[in-house]
């Protein structure tokens, strides 16, 4: 998500997921071909299991933009066909994509022909207030014959005009059932739902006719629902029900299952350059303002991490303002 699941935010959520898949802001071909590359792609191994999202439509300069990210160590290349805003349009890439197919397709065979990673494509059911779905059912057959096999859904349509992003995230009505029509057209596909899941129980409503859930502004607001993503995709994966994808992720160790000891790991992380990419704790900590969510205290511990007055100080000792401002009222720090 654009200005939000940057590499600061996706070291946080690793600390408190391992397994679910993280997907990196929308890159345009055009800032990865002719801007700061590593501006744009570095990242901490730390992320893996990690997709970078691709955001253009001229299949050359898509290749050579997915050749970029396989270089780069990402584990999937996924192609943006569901933003709407009046920017990308200009730039005929993302949503308005839907009405161009063929392209898609052969956007999608020129990324699968130059690297060895799986390309997926996120997309939305349809464009402005067209419930039908024969231009999806053709976008997914031409992409799919094209060599994408995973497709991630946001279940409403796209409104081209008169609807800010913002607006395109909430006006078009989610149509769930088009996506698991989309699963019965085309079994051979995997299909990941997208779009008002909010934790991991509206996920299970679909996981037994889907491949999984996107999870975005909820995760976002509310990042500790992740803390209980391992243990269910690894049940899932035991009983055969769920494939973990990709190769050459870092998996290994287990999440941090404790908001005080998420918190500390990301103190350690602002105080160290290195990993940190020299970013000011300030700009990182506002990713983790929603760790405590629904707890007592939240307000005012997330009050501490967000102060501008503060930004002077080390963040070790924000810290330990935020940890008096949160004990203030008597909160129990293990509280799941
Ligand atoms: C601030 C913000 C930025 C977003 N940027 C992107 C983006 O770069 N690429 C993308 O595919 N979707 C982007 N989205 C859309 C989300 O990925 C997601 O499809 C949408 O919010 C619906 O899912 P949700 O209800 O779980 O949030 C963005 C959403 C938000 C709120």
Redesign the pocket.
């Known amino acids: 998500?654009?200005?939000?699941t940057d590499r600061h935010c996706r070291f946080f959520h690793r600390l408190i997921t391992r397994r679910a898949w993280l997907y990196t802001?929308?890159v345009t071909t055009g800032a990865l071909l002719h801007g700061d590359v590593a501006r744009h792609l570095d990242h901490d191994p730390f992320e893996h299991p990690l997709a970078l999202?691709i955001g253009g439509s001229e299949p050359a300069d898509l290749a050579k933009a997915a050749q970029l990210g396989q270089r780069w160590g990402y584990q999937e290349i996924n192609l943006?066909c569901?933003?709407p805003s009046e920017r990308v349009q200009r730039g005929a890439f993302g949503a308005c994509l839907m009405a161009e197919p063929t392209l898609v397709a052969e956007g999608v065979k020129a990324m699968c022909d130059s690297v060895d990673l799986p390309i997926s494509v996120?997309h939305r059911i349809g464009l402005d207030r067209d419930e039908g779905t024969d231009m999806l059912t053709d976008f997914v057959g031409q992409v799919h014959e094209a060599g994408c096999r995973l497709f991630i859904v946001?279940a409403r349509n796209a409104w081209l005009q008169g609807l800010s992003p913002?607006q395109n995230?909430e006006v078009p009505p989610l149509r769930y059932g088009v996506v698991h029509q989309l699963k019965k057209d085309f079994p051979n596909a995997r299909f990941v739902l997208?779009?008002?899941?909010q934790n991991l129980a509206d996920i299970e409503r679909h996981a037994a006719d889907l491949d999984g859930g996107?999870?975005?502004?909820?995760?976002?607001h509310n990042p500790w629902i992740l803390s209980r993503w391992d243990d269910w995709l690894i049940q899932r994966e035991n009983t055969g029900m769920a494939s973990v994808q990709g190769e050459g992720s870092s998996m290994a160790g287990t999440a941090i299952l404790d908001r005080d000891a998420v918190e500390l790991s990301m103190v350690e992380y602002m105080t160290d350059p290195k990993r940190s990419a020299g970013a000011h704790w300030y700009s990182i900590a506002r990713h983790i303002l929603g760790l405590r969510h629904g707890m007592p205290g939240a307000r005012l511990w997330r009050q501490v991490w967000s102060d501008h007055r503060l930004k002077h100080l080390d963040a070790r000792q924000v810290h330990l303002l935020a940890q008096q401002a949160l004990h203030r009222h008597g909160n129990p720090s293990h509280a799941f």
């Open positions: 998500m654009m200005d939000w802001e929308m999202q943006n569901g933003c996120k946001h913002k995230r997208n779009g008002g899941l996107m999870v975005g502004r909820s995760a976002y």
